[in-house]
């Protein structure tokens, strides 16, 4: 089911209007992201449309919107999900000139560029969780889930999906979200347009991804560092199945988390989850 850059007639939505991609188009000022959307009403992923779409070497340009997801992915094989028009879910396909060693990074840029979206929208300062999440008041806003295809030692691309909870009311939560998961409209108590909030991500996303290909990481650092919301705090995590604890320095060149274990020395992890073992 599906239209690209067109929209199909859509059933009466249960909780609000489809998006209205003229809305969104209209003056964007992107310069790297956003010039063609494919949009749908039901996918099983925006990811997984998007990564089929880049395997057909579409541009950088485009991206994939779906108002729902039956399949909508998390990182480690989890789930993310959301009630029908709601809330945003979107991917981009990207074709960045970093080396395979620094795709990472991409997750890193679009957490500061959601962050920073985030803020026109509501009084609290987000914080970032590494690697992925975007909390406000320590519950999760937003999900990213960046999925590198890479070379020899190039990326050949990467499919950058943000899914970002807009009018996700706290009672259509599963119960083990309502804890752990907010949205604009219970930060708020109103709701949003999407469409507004679609615009932002694209134009933060796209200011973002500029400074990243032009400067390189080292550039988005201190804003990366600035709402990171591990640093100083013990926490575990995984590094070559070996269960490690130590406090949180920050992260490295290549956007793996740097711990200081207890004999002082510093530790990189790369990928996975960490957990904060104190607030
Ligand atoms: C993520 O994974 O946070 C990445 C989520 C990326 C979703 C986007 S939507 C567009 C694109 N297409 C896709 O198929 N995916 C991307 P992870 O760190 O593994 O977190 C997953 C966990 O977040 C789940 O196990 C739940 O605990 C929680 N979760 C699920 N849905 C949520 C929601 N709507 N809001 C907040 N937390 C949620």
Redesign the pocket.
Known sequence: MAASDSQSPAPAPPLGARLDLSLIRKDLGTQRLGTKFHYFQEL?????RARDLAEQAVPVVEIVVSEY?T??????G?????PPLA?L???AILRPKLSSEHAAQITLMAAVAVADAAVSFIPQSPTIKWP??VLVDGK??????AEASCDADRVTYVVL???I?VN?PRDS?PV??RQ????FMQLTGFPLEREIVFRRLIQDRDRCYGVLEMSGFDALRPRWEARFNLAGRRVRGELDTEMITGVARGIDRHGALVLEDQNGTLRNIVAG?VIPLES
């Open positions: 099983d992923s925006t990811n997984s997801q399949h909508g992915r998390g990182r480690l989890r789930r993310w999900g959301s809330t879910y979107f991917s992925n999440d999760k806003l937003a999900g990213i889930l999906g943000i899914g909870n996700f939560m083990e979200l752990r998961a907010t949205s989850d």
